[in-house]
């Protein structure tokens, strides 16, 4: 009882009855577990017309839409599409956006939740970036830039009369990053910084692959209007699911120890998630939403420091978006609106 006084998580409210999803079409990635499935089910219970789920295996997402559909709140047989997206490689990640494209003609909200923790070095096979950086980090920043056109159009067709959402799935252990008391040097890139293996500390990957997911949400909305496109993160905070589920089975079973005392529930903590892509206003552009409150920044964000990794970020990740997209399309993204 007193572990559980001394570690609990503040709660967090129902979401606001208001919110409410009929006629928006909304996309969640990772949508076959954890926080991205609950996510779905919100949705769903909460009326969205047209709900685009992705997964790494097309049958997995047939097994889920299933299962979501016969879930005794979903009544008004909403329309569940199934993608495929792997974000551990660029060629996927461009598929699904041109398929995205092609498929759909409006997105007003885009959950990008899809994440990975290793606590090893590892490579894609098909970008040779680490592993940690191209799924949490690299791979989401080039998806937002080619989904952003869609999400702007969507607002706009509406008359501006409410904007859509881009919504990353981001964590407060950025503020753990190594580089925030070691900022990485100007003779080396960001890139460079991150898949060097020999400089390496792999327990950190994750709270390094959030700081520039951080840094790319406060960057991007200096480049889009609010009133077209919302772009914020949030933090769920601590939450029983399979994030875990690479580490060795001594670390998973310490965790699940913790995780049993402190957790959320997958259902409560994609309330932040839900709540950042449609109960959050103007105010969450740029931001970070924790407990559906904005989380000031760090003061290393704002320091020359930060602001110098920030500049850096984006020239290298819109770069490498141009490199492997088509450029109209990147560059269309990353202008102001
Ligand atoms: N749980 C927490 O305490 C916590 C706290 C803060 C932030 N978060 C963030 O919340 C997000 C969701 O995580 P979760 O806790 O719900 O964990 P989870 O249950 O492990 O779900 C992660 C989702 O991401 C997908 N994914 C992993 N690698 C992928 C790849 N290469 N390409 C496409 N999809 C991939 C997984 O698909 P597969 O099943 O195919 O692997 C799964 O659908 C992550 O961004 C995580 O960093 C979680």
Not at 53 to 58: L, Y
Not at 81 to 93: A, G, R
Request: aromatic share 6%; hydrophobic share 45%.
């Amino acid at each position: 009882m007193l572990a559980q006084m001394l570690f609990m998580q503040p709660p967090v409210p129902a979401l606001p009855t208001s919110l409410n999803f009929h006629g928006k079409t909304v996309l969640v990635t990772g949508a076959n577990s954890g926080l991205g499935r609950a996510a779905c089910l919100h949705y769903l219970q909460r009326n969205v017309s047209t709900l685009i789920i992705t997964v790494r295996r097309a049958s997995e997402g047939e097994a889920v839409k299933a299962e979501l559909l016969a879930h005794p709140d979903v009544k008004n047989e909403p329309k569940i599409l199934v993608f495929e997206l792997d974000l551990s490689s660029h060629s996927s990640v461009i598929a699904f956006a041109s398929k995205l494209r092609a498929e759909v003609d409006c997105l007003h909200i885009a959950l990008l939740n899809a994440g990975v923790f290793l606590l090893d070095w590892k490579v894609s096979p098909h970008t040779q970036n680490e592993m940690t950086f191209q799924v949490n980090y690299l791979s989401n920043a080039i998806l937002s830039l080619l989904l952003l056109p869609l999400l702007r159009a969507t607002a706009e067709a509406n008359s501006l009369l409410a904007p859509s959402y881009l919504s990353i799935v981001a964590s407060q252990k950025y503020n753990e990053s190594r580089y925030i008391a070691n900022p990485i040097p100007e003779s080396t890139t960001i890139f460079d910084a991150f898949n060097d293996e020999k400089g390496s500390q792999p327990w950190l990957l994750y709270a390094d692959s959030k700081l520039l997911v951080r840094l790319f949400v406060k960057e991007l909305a200096k480049h889009v209007d609010p009133s077209t496109v919302i772009i914020n993160c949030m933090c769920p905070g601590m939450v029983k699911t399979n994030l875990a589920r690479n580490l060795s089975f001594p670390l998973r079973l310490a965790g699940r120890l913790v995780l049993s005392v402190r957790a959320r529930s997958p259902e409560v903590g994609s309330r932040v998630l839900v709540n950042a892509t449609g109960g959050a206003g103007k105010e969450s552009h740029g931001e970070m939403l924790v407990v559906y409150q904005v989380l000031p920044v760090i003061p290393w964000i704002e320091s020359k420091e930060g602001e110098r990794m920030q500049t850096s970020l984006w020239r290298e990740t819109v770069e490498e978006a141009e490199k492997n997209a088509s450029e109209a399309s990147v560059a269309a993204s990353s202008k102001v609106s």
